[in-house]
């Protein structure tokens, strides 16, 4: 049995979507980011990096969104989330993801996150001013060079997909204009019109248990 | 035939050491970054984000340390450098490594390429000033809890081993005292003394041809 620790609005939702497309059974465990709830001792103790998403499995507890969508794909097979058997374009699909992960997730944390890297309040302002721009030119590369089409890697939908909708649902309040970008608004809409999607995002929105 | 791109000083390493390590046959062709040669239309058709590693093959390029470092692993599974059997076992590997690509590389390149986020130059000092301690408590959180020891993941030596002995050998210029963190630094030890590293090392430092 599987326990998904999320917050909505979060990157989480990637491994939420992956874990219903691969038909996985499993729970989820709302983490509290308003009352600071990650940085606080019981949560530590499954996270020690005080973020989401952490995935609790039987063996023990993963953590990290390229990780966890990567340990989806290879538990559930029959999902074809990922070409299992094909080393060079499962590298692809984890360069993709490794890009969303350290490069455009990164970019768009500097809008809510500055302080991990300054306490510096004029820095923090700084960077939050910045977002528009690192975040756009990370989505016109996605939109121009990276992205295959109909699904990231092409014809077939993987972990990549769950992963881009995601972060694509921050681009509005990262002040990013998604007109330039028309193939990923694409992807969007076509994803948000996914059952697997609609239920994982109809989960996040239920009132917490 | 496999071809890496690297810089020396940069993560390419990790690829490199990777590559000796797997026994691999492959060529290297160095990337000035004195000449900015990353940023130039012949350098940007390998790897349109213009940064190293690249990883040249038969199939394709590939990018990304994650993604090239399972590759590597995958591609040569008599080296035993990842769990491939084990798919939870795989994922905290890659858990590892992506904590090591998004948030230990990310909190280091605030010191050299604050550019990136932000093009106040005011808040480039900032953040210059933030490294020792946000790349001081990812080191922290390693040598405390994530590192297993005598290797990364416990006793059987990984692709997570040369990514963090390349990473380690940035924390004095990134300001960090080494001193805090002896597991880190007994395993660089242990790691400069490796054959395989040796030898990338060297190939690292030899005149550009």
Redesign the interface.
């Known amino acids: 049995m599987l326990t998904l620790y999320f917050t909505p609005g979060t990157c989480a939702l990637a491994s939420h979507i992956a874990l219903e497309e691969a038909g996985a059974e499993y729970a989820i465990r709302r983490v509290n980011f308003a009352s600071e709830e990650q940085r606080q001792a019981p949560y530590l103790e499954i996270n020690?990096?005080g973020r989401v998403p952490a995935l609790v499995?039987d063996?023990?507890i993963?953590?990290?969104?390229?990780?966890?969508l990567?340990?989806i794909a290879?538990?559930y097979p029959a999902a074809h989330l990922a070409p299992l058997d094909d080393?060079?374009a499962?590298?692809?699909v984890?360069?993709f993801?490794?890009?969303l992960?350290?490069?455009v997730?990164?970019?768009h944390a500097?809008r809510m996150r500055g302080r991990?890297?300054?306490?510096?309040e004029?820095?923090i302002e700084?960077?939050k001013?910045?977002?528009p721009r690192?975040v756009g030119s990370c989505f016109a590369?996605i939109d121009t060079?990276?992205f295959r089409g109909p699904w990231v890697m092409g014809e077939a939908y993987s972990i990549c997909d769950p992963y881009l909708f995601t972060l694509s649902q921050w681009l509005e309040a990262d002040g990013v204009d998604l007109a330039a970008f028309p193939r990923v608004l694409d992807h969007r809409t076509r994803m948000a019109e996914r059952a697997a999607v609609v239920r994982a995002l109809a989960a996040e929105r239920a009132p917490a248990t």
């Open positions: 020690p990096k499995t063996r023990g993963l953590t990290e969104t390229p990780a966890i990567a340990f290879q538990s080393a060079f499962f590298a692809e984890q360069a993801n490794a890009y992960c350290a490069t997730h990164v970019a500097h991990r890297w300054t306490d510096d004029a820095a700084a960077l001013r910045g977002v690192s590369l060079t990276l």
